[in-house]
């Protein structure tokens, strides 16, 4: 990182095209790529994470000014875009490539993903099925997943498009 004014998380949350979209619009995020995390291959591509049993997860990398916004405050917003509770499942994209996952670098942030976690926990009865573990690895998605949904915006995403609306208004 060039600067010490941000920080990093890693969110998988179904199809990388619409968390990438919903995420990069929240105000307080610099950046936001699309990316295969966590797996057991170096450098895979899209179509060896959907039918090789790479291990990856599709992931956003999320760079964010913590001055503007918190982490606690990104998680509540990308847990209002999944289905915490659905095991390898998001909207109809299923497989482990579309689990749900928050990696994480900085070894501070594990205690505000704990607590996170918890307090959505008690909005279920089933448990929590986020995965929170460390960032094993990541490598960046083809070029054409980047921004996938600003190139085309008729492209599928399991959030409702309103969702996006919502990201942009927040406020911490």
């Keep these: 990182m060039s600067n010490i004014s941000e920080k990093e998380i890693y969110l998988a949350g179904g199809c990388f095209w619409g968390t990438e979209k919903y995420i990069s619009g929240i105000q307080g995020v610099r950046s936001t790529s699309v990316g295969y995390a966590n797996g057991n291959t170096e450098n895979p591509t899209y179509q ?3 039918h090789n049993n790479t291990g990856h997860a599709e992931t956003v990398h999320v760079v964010y000014d913590p001055e503007k916004i918190d982490l606690a405050f990104i998680l509540e917003l990308y847990y209002d875009v999944i289905n915490p509770v659905s095991v390898n499942k998001q909207g109809e994209d299923e497989g482990s490539q579309y689990r749900t996952g928050i990696y994480y670098i900085a070894e501070e942030d594990l205690p505000v993903i704990k607590g996170s976690i918890e307090q959505l926990q008690k909005k279920y009865d089933k448990p ?7 960032l094993k690895n990541y490598y960046l998605a083809e070029e054409y997943h980047q921004k996938y949904l600003d190139k085309n915006p008729t492209g599928y995403c399991h959030i409702r498009p309103d969702k996006f609306e919502k990201a942009k208004m927040a406020v911490k």
């Design 48 to 50: 060896e994470v959907c």
């Design 128 to 134: 929590i099925a986020i995965e929170v573990l460390p």
